[in-house]
Nanobody, 112 residues
């Protein structure tokens, strides 16, 4: 059974950094599109970034472009989201996605 497990969230001050991880199990990791989404309280879930595991092409939401970097480690079946220069508006639950499968989410709070 496919599972996606996120980790790495936490509380960070504005301008700080965090790295989120999402590890997949029960699935062949190659030739997949991995995505990160986020959802802030009272708002709809929104796309953050994506990466293909068969070429490494990436896409970012305009709001995170230049600050966030998505990457993948095929050997560990893990996708990462490195978040730099974090802002209070980045506060949200962050979710890993593969097709119709979602992780449980990890909370990121940016506050002084």
């Amino acid at each position: 059974q496919l599972q996606l497990v996120e980790s790495g969230g936490g509380l960070v001050q504005p301008g700080g950094s965090l790295r989120l991880s999402c590890t997949a199990s029960g699935v062949t990791f190659r030739y997949k599109m991995m995505k990160w989404y986020r959802q802030a309280p009272g708002k709809e879930r929104e796309f953050v970034a994506s990466i293909s595991t068969f070429g490494g092409s990436t896409t970012y939401a305009d709001s995170v472009k230049g600050r966030f970097t998505i990457s993948v480690n095929d050997a560990y079946k893990t996708v990462y989201l490195k978040m730099n220069r974090l802002k209070p508006e980045d506060t949200a639950a962050y979710y890993c996605n593969m097709g119709t499968y979602w992780g449980q989410g990890t909370q990121v709070t940016v506050s002084s």
